[in-house]
């Protein structure tokens, strides 16, 4: 992690892995999401604030809500927001996945509201409650056929690969057992189909990453 130098060198945090990933990512939603078109985008879990301002420069007519449990992360948010003078980036709200859907974003959020959700890097340093939590408030939150995107390092069908991931697997486990990287099929896919989400596609991203597409029926 480094610091912004200026003013804002006690609030505006950057990470390098967010600098690496928020192009490959941005240049995956291009795939999903026409840039010419309108509709509300929520960020769950927007960390430094890195991808929210970097994506919504590419999608103009789409507004932005980025939302992060952790003040430290919002106040980073803000300040990466009043850098780039982002008009379609709206203040961020504090929201808890592990929380219920109605206590989302400060109880401010309407249901059914959002044409699209991206979550980053949430599912394996967190307890399976939140990935719980995610489907469970996506399921409120998105529009019928919207859809969500969720990024980072997974298993499939019992398989991790490769060793880096085994080896970051077992790192993550050892400081939380609660923690680990999640399985897309033995996991995920019946999760979201309890929610109602379909998985409709998998990307493989770089660094052994993946961005995961759900739809909502």
């Known amino acids: 992690m480094m610091f912004e130098p200026g003013k804002d060198q006690c609030k505006k945090l950057v990470f390098q892995p967010a600098e690496r990933n928020k192009q490959p990512i941005l240049e995956t939603l291009l795939k999903h999401i026409d840039p010419n ?43 990466h927001i009043e850098d780039g003078c982002l008009k379609n980036v709206l203040d961020p709200l504090r929201l808890d996945v592990s ?3 109605e206590s989302w974003g400060e109880g401010t959020m309407r249901a059914a509201s959002f044409d699209y959700v991206l979550n980053v890097n949430l599912t394996h340093v967190s307890p399976w409650i939140c990935t719980e939590g995610l489907f469970r408030g996506c399921h409120v939150y998105l529009k019928p056929k919207g859809l969500l995107f969720t990024y980072g390092p997974f298993a499939m069908n019992g398989i991790i690969s490769p060793q ?3 080896d970051f697997d077992k790192q993550l486990k050892i400081r939380d ?4 990287l999640r399985d897309i099929e033995v996991e995920l896919k019946p999760l979201a189909s309890r929610f109602d989400f ?16 759900w739809q909502k029926k």
Not at 41 to 52: K, M, P, T, Y
């Open 37 to 79: 078109s309108q509709g509300l985008f929520l960020e769950i879990s927007s960390g430094s604030g890195q991808h929210v301002v970097h994506i919504s420069e590419k999608f103009p007519n789409i507004r932005f809500q980025p939302t992060d449990v952790e003040n430290i992360y919002i106040r980073s948010i803000k300040a």
């Open 99 to 101: 929380e219920p859907p």
């Open 164 to 166: 880096s991931n085994v």
């Open 177 to 180: 057992p609660t923690w680990g």
């Open 198 to 213: 379909e998985l409709v596609q998998i990307h493989d991203l770089p660094a052994n990453n993946k961005l995961l597409v």
